[in-house]
Antibody, heavy 117, light 108 residues
Framework: EVQLVQSGAEVKKPGESLKISCKGS????????IGWVRQMPGKGLEWMGI????????RYSPSFQGQVTISADKSISTAYLQWSSLKASDTAMYYC??????????WGQGTLVTVSS | SYELTQPPSVSVSPGQTARITCSGD??????AYWYQQKSGQAPVLVIY???KRPSGIPEKFSGSSSGTMATLTISGAQVEDEADYYC???????????FGGGTKLTVL
């Protein structure tokens, strides 16, 4: 059974750094793209970027280029989303998702990030 | 930039057919996908490649696409279908991935 399990909720202060994770299981981790999606409180879904763990090919949506870093550690089947300096506007639910064919079919449960002074 | 436009809300009575539209300039050449998101839950794929239904999705959900508009149809909508629905596609280059703004379906 394919599963994406994300790390737990985080509460951080502005300016702090953060790395959240998405661990894949039940499939060959290096063979499928993983993407990250942001959902701000009460708002819609926004694509942030994707990574192919097999060769770490990473692509960012223009709105998020330079704002976050997406990475993966294939030795532990885990993808990451990180910030070097959080802002209050980074407060959101973050989802990881895995492709199946042409679709983003499998989704993690989400990680809530709260940034507040 | 590229945008997919959805109506903010659609409301139907139980048993009626709900239709949610998604317009985008690249839709004649690119597939549309539809996600259902219930309150507090992760999105669930209900339609892929314009009109295909993933395993486990009820037949009441169907999709179509014509020209610059894709449509999600929910036949015989029930209260349990109340959710936010998002279309997803890419721009003509395939390098920019976009969700529509979402449509809140109310069944009452």
């Amino acid at each position: 059974e394919v599963q994406l399990v994300q790390s737990g909720a985080e509460v951080k202060k502005p300016g702090e750094s953060l790395k959240i994770s998405c661990k894949g299981s039940g499939y060959i981790f290096t063979s499928y793209w993983i993407g990250w999606v942001r959902q701000m409180p009460g708002k819609g879904l926004e694509w942030m970027g994707i990574i192919y763990p097999g060769d770490s090919d990473t692509r960012y949506s223009p709105s998020f280029q330079g704002q976050v870093t997406i990475s993966a550690d294939k030795s532990i089947s885990t993808a990451y989303l990180q910030w070097s300096s959080l802002k209050a506007s980074d407060t959101a639910m973050y989802y990881c998702a895995r492709q199946n064919g042409s679709s983003w079919y499998y989704w993690g449960q989400g990680t809530l990030v709260t940034v507040s002074s | 930039s590229y945008e997919l436009t959805q109506p903010p809300s659609v409301s139907v009575s139980p048993g009626q057919t709900a239709r949610i539209t998604c317009s985008g300039d690249a839709l004649p050449k690119k597939y549309a996908y539809w996600y259902q998101q219930k309150s507090g839950q992760a999105p669930v794929l209900v339609i892929y490649e314009d009109s295909k239904r993933p395993s486990g999705i009820p037949e009441k959900f169907s999709g179509s696409s014509s020209g610059t508009m894709a449509t999600l149809t929910i036949s015989g909508a029930q209260v349990e279908d109340e959710a936010d629905y998002y279309c997803y596609s890419t721009d003509s280059s395939g390098n920019l991935w976009v969700f529509g703004g979402g449509t809140k379906l109310t069944v009452l």
